[in-house]
């Protein structure tokens, strides 16, 4: 084995083949041009609040290796979303004499660079969601322009580390339903339950995915929510989206539950795999987020909700809901179930056996009904807010059905009002919502 090169030193390299293998020899020969290797730099990224779309401080802590002498600048690149300041030092009055910050790329200026532990405090805005891929890029450079610096030129690094980026804390509980998941207009039912109180004139942001449209008009339907106002706008860009950005006219408590509708219109297809909704709570800056709430498949179950009407607005009285359904041809060979699930607070039991099927004017078994499986009992109700209808193996003809629902109301209407029909062992099919005159709310049909 030859001598090793150094700084630049040319160096040649050549194979041999031996019993067991292929080996590589290096000589000293000159024949090819080498390289100047890049001192490590051991790094490690924490940020002082990890929320999305939060400004906070990020301390870069990193361990140089061997000294840097002159004027050193160092340059920061972090993942695509994060935002630095333009003067991107968090602590002024260091080592440290300056930095410029330039979406994602940040350069601090310092007078040379010693063995050892450093830090580097900066100023920037996360982004919304935990980017991918999630590396941090640190590299020195000696006695360059700044805008040198900013293009990042290989040839001219003196030392470089990359280290792993943080995760976002997704931290606001919330969750996003449609009153259909089949194409074309719909709405869209957000609940949230913040852990951070929200002030009045503070903001509640909600973002949709890319495709999805939503707008202010028809106006919001605030089902627990304090007044307030609604502006709807596009954001360009790679993560181009439609926002709803409602300004509260009274304040969110700590641990209250919320809900709204936002009128909106699903795609065709979801462009993105990693298609997400995001919720944001704000007052003067950003107090909780979660940007990454679970986006609903797309699909068409021939299933369409035309109308949901109570009987009774008394509290704890016995109440008829009438349940309106309109269904294209549909196999039940995977369905064994349709499961009406009322909120907390309600009670089918005592009336159970008062479930009607309506449709075509029948009071008993006919064509013209829902197909159920008469031999499993044709419907239960295991649970106090549940009723199962029992299906058989064979289809829904085309056509329009009328489920009269019999069912004790609540002492008051439940924090998160929302009532579900999803087909047992098949997604859930359809979300639509009517006004509630048993506890002045609404209900909500999934």
């Known amino acids: 084995m030859g001598e090793s090169s150094t700084h630049g030193e ?43 779309r939060k400004a906070t401080t990020i301390r870069i802590f990193f361990q140089c290796r061997s000294p840097l002498p002159g004027q050193v600048l160092l340059r920061v690149e972090a993942p695509h979303g994060v935002d630095f300041d333009r003067g991107c030092l968090a602590e002024v009055g260091g080592v440290y004499s300056g930095c410029a910050g330039l979406g994602n790329i940040a350069v601090a200026q310092r007078e040379g660079l010693t063995v050892g532990d450093h830090e580097l405090a900066l100023r920037a805005v996360n982004p919304a969601r935990t980017p991918q891929p999630n590396w941090w890029l640190l590299e020195s450079f000696a006695d360059l322009a700044l805008q040198t610096v900013f293009e990042g030129p290989f040839e001219q690094v003196r030392q470089s580390g990359r280290g792993d980026g943080y995760e976002l804390l997704q931290s606001l509980q919330a969750t996003v339903r449609p009153s259909s998941q089949q194409p074309g207009p719909i709405n869209i039912f957000l609940w949230l339950k913040p852990r951070q109180a929200v002030p009045l004139g503070g903001r509640l942001e909600l973002h949709a995915p890319q495709g999805f449209e939503m707008s202010c008009e028809p106006p919001l339907v605030l089902l627990a929510m304090p007044p307030g106002s609604c502006e709807a706008f596009h954001v360009p860009g790679l993560d181009d989206h439609d926002v709803v950005d409602f300004r509260l006219g009274g304040a969110l408590t700590a641990g209250g539950e919320y809900e709204l509708s936002v009128f909106s219109r699903n795609p065709t297809t979801i462009p993105s795999s990693l298609s997400r909704w995001g919720v944001l709570l704000s007052g003067d800056e950003v107090l909780e987020a979660n940007m990454e709430v679970p986006q609903y498949p797309l699909t068409d179950f021939g299933m369409e909700l035309l109308s949901l009407q109570s009987s009774n607005a008394a509290p704890n009285a016995s109440n008829e809901v009438r349940l309106q359904l309109r269904f294209r041809s549909l196999s039940l060979s995977g369905i064994s179930e ?10 089918f039991r005592p009336l159970c056996t008062r479930f009607q099927d309506i449709t075509g004017g029948c009071q008993t078994r006919c064509t013209y009904q829902l197909p159920y499986a008469e031999e499993r009992g044709h419907h239960t109700c295991p649970e106090a807010n549940v009723l199962l209808l029992l299906m058989d193996r064979s289809a829904v003809i085309e056509g329009v059905f009328i489920l009269m629902l019999a ?17 047992r062992f098949g997604a859930w099919c359809v979300v639509g919502t009517l006004e509630d005159t048993a506890a002045g709310g609404f209900l909500q049909i999934i």
Do not use: C, M, Y
Not at 41 to 50: F, K, M, N, T
């Open 10 to 52: 040319p160096i040649a390299a050549s194979t041999a083949r031996g019993g067991r293998g292929t080996s590589a020899l290096f000589s000293n020969d000159r024949r090819f041009q080498g390289f100047t290797l890049k001192q490590s730099l051991a790094l490690r990224v924490v940020p002082e609040l990890a929320i999305p």
């Open 338 to 347: 349709i499961r009406i699930e009322a909120p907390p607070g309600w009670d």
């Open 407 to 423: 069912v004790v109301n609540p002492h008051a209407a439940p924090p998160q009002n929302l009532w579900s029909v999803p087909r």
